[in-house]
């Protein structure tokens, strides 16, 4: 069965320092590959995606992940955290863009002043 | 404005009572869904419709109903044979036309809290 795990259910960083939140997917097809962020007591919104182009894709907020096949990895990078980064982050996957989606079980990111 | 309107946003039940949560979405998104989200466990997926008149269940459909009467409509019934229905519900819609990316739009979500 297909599923996404995160790697810390917590991570915190300085403002300023870089920001690392890893996902791993477990499938035997290539993948469609999501970041969402959500904000306390808000939905969730797209921050990025991977859908069998680009390897290093960018997304909103400075954002950005890298689909590596041969680790099954799409980790999520920022260079410099601001206080505004600090929400839950999830990793989603899909084994088309018809299949149902699959959530990771989120990273909670805080950024320290 | 386009997007997923859901409400209400705060609700309280009491044991053994049904409520209804409402979803609509002006998106003219074909499929939509419903996600349940608990601390620590990502989002599990309750029901999903893909076109009208038609759902399946997800992963923990007990103890929910939905309906799919109109397309930008689909309400979500906690019934009183959840066990533990206190959670944050959050509605979904994706389009399934060929710009279809495999992206959700979500919701603000719905705070149900059973005393």
Known sequence: ?113 | DGGITQSPKYLFRKEGQNVTLSCEQNLNHDAMYWYRQDPGQGLRLIYYSQIVNDFQKGDIAEGYSVSREKKESFPLTVTSAQKNPTAFYLCASNTLGSTNTGELFFGEGSRLTVL
Request: charged share 15%; net charge neutral.
């Open chain 1, 1 to 113: 069965a297909q599923s996404v795990t995160q790697l810390g259910s917590h991570v915190s960083v300085s403002e300023g320092a870089l920001v690392l939140l890893r996902c791993n997917y477990s499938s035997s097809v290539p993948p469609y590959l999501f970041w969402y962020v959500q904000y306390p007591n808000q939905g969730l919104q797209l921050l990025l995606k991977y859908t069998s182009a680009a390897t290093l894709v960018k997304g909103i907020n400075g954002f950005e992940a890298e689909f590596k096949k041969s680790e099954t990895s799409f980790h999520l990078t920022k260079p410099s955290a601001h206080m505004s980064d600090a929400a839950e982050y999830f990793c989603a996957y899909s084994k088309t863009s018809y299949d149902k989606v699959i959530f990771g079980p989120g990273t909670s990111l805080s950024v320290i002043p």
